[in-house]
Nanobody, 113 residues
Framework: VQLVESGGGLVQPGGSLRLACLAS????????LRWYRQAPGKGREFVAR????????DYGDSLEGRFIISRNDVDRTLYLQMNNMKPEDTAVYYC???????WGQGTQVTVSS
C-alpha cells in the first residue's frame, strides 16, 4: 500500500488549496478514506472521512463548510478542497485508508500573509 500526498504550499488567509492523495496497492473503491493533519507541536487531528462510493462524509470540528472531501475511484485519488483558509489550518496533511496501518509522507500547508 502506498499513499502519496501532493498540492500543499503557502497560501494567504482566505485563500484556497486543493490537496490530492494518489493511492496504490489495494482495491481503492472498496475502502473508506480519510484526511488527517498535524500542526507543529500538536497531535494528529482528524480532518475528514469519505466512505465507499462517497455515501457518507464526516468532517472534523469546525471544518465542515470550508473543507470538502471527494474521491475519484477511477483515478485512485482522494482530494481535499480547502477554502477560506486560516492560519490555524497550517499543518502537514496526511491521507489514510481504512484497514491499513500505512501513512504517506504528508504535504505541508502553510497559511500566512
Amino acid at each position: 500500500v502506498q499513499l502519496v500526498e501532493s498540492g500543499g504550499g503557502l497560501v494567504q488567509p482566505g485563500g484556497s488549496l486543493r490537496l490530492a492523495c494518489l493511492a496504490s496497492g489495494f482495491t481503492f473503491s472498496d475502502h473508506a478514506l480519510r484526511w488527517y493533519r498535524q500542526a507543529p507541536g500538536k497531535g494528529r487531528e482528524f480532518v475528514a472521512r469519505i466512505e465507499r462510493g462517497g455515501r457518507v462524509i464526516d468532517y472534523g470540528d469546525s471544518l465542515e463548510g470550508r473543507f470538502i472531501i471527494s474521491r475519484n475511484d477511477v483515478d485512485r485519488t482522494l482530494y481535499l478542497q480547502m477554502n477560506n483558509m486560516k492560519p490555524e489550518d497550517t499543518a502537514v496533511y496526511y491521507c489514510k485508508v481504512d484497514g491499513y496501518p500505512v501513512w504517506g509522507q504528508g504535504t505541508q500547508v502553510t497559511v500566512s500573509s
